[in-house]
């Protein structure tokens, strides 16, 4: 029974394949044959359960199908260029999440100088609780422009077509170099607080230099590791 | 009865809308829909139907999904959008004005 039912599919499914013969090879095509198939297959089921031939009942499905021509020609053409779908709502949020993270990298700034300003009074230990601070407050805009990333609308892919395969590696591609800039200049201003934590606890200014150098490996291993990633598969 | 066909055929897309507006549907069941309320005396043939599908996704008055059945194909399902149910107003109105307008010309 099963197996008769997947024969009469395939009988089916190459009908609908002839009658697409004329139809461009895209994905929206392939889409809406596979509409028309389980739509044609459900009928095929009730005219059967109603009791009509399995001959017959093919024959009355694929009938049912109609002139294809329009529909057909209602389907996407190959070209065109279609831009960004984001509303206008969504770049504003955006563009305030990026004011607001410059607006705290200032304040970090800020932050630090006054810091240093204050080595006057309360000597050195203010110099360091600075640069404390302000890396702290460099946290909260960083994870403000990471996650935006993440929010910026993916390109979704329109029509099949070179240009627009493209489009979409262009757009991801951009996103990932969005995300690593983030955490480089993440990793780099960690390192200049344990650079600076180190070297004044212990006092070793004359190595801990090689912090700097640590570091320079890591971002060179994270970049081996998101281009790893973005490789075709 | 072809008059009747086309003049019925001209308003595809409302009657789309219409039987979405109860609820998501997909190409078959709409179409059994119809037959079921016309008593078997119409039906959309398979391309018209998915003509005025693709016609009605692109200007965003409907919009599609793949249904996730366990056996056999997978259906697309249509949902109506908020542009959709004021489009479907706006067609039914237009259809009450047209009828209105022939009952007075054709007496």
Known sequence: MDQNRNEIREEIRREIELLFAGAPKTRASWELQEELLANCMERYEDLTADGMEPREAVRAVVGSIGNVDELIASLPEEDGVMGFVWDAQRRRNSALTVTIAVGLYILAVVVFFTGMALTTFFGSIAYLIGIICAVVVCIIPTCMLVYNAYRYPKYERKKDTVVENFKQWNNDSAKVKQIRGAISSMLWTLTVVVYMLVSFLTGAWYITWVIFLISGCLESAIILFFKLKELPK | ?107
């Open chain 2, 1 to 107: 009865m072809s008059i009747t066909f086309d003049l019925i055929r001209g308003h595809t897309d409302a009657i789309i809308l219409s039987y979405l507006c109860d609820g998501d549907s997909y190409g078959y069941q709409i179409n059994k829909d119809i037959m079921k309320a016309t008593d078997n005396q119409f039906e959309l043939k398979e391309a018209t139907l998915y003509t005025a599908f693709r016609r009605l996704e692109q200007t965003g008055l409907i919009q599609s999904y793949w249904g996730n059945e366990a056996v056999g194909a997978r259906r697309r399902y249509y949902t109506i959008t908020d542009a959709g149910r004021d489009a479907y107003t706006g067609l039914k109105q237009e259809w009450q004005h047209s009828k209105v307008i022939l009952d007075k010309l054709l007496t």
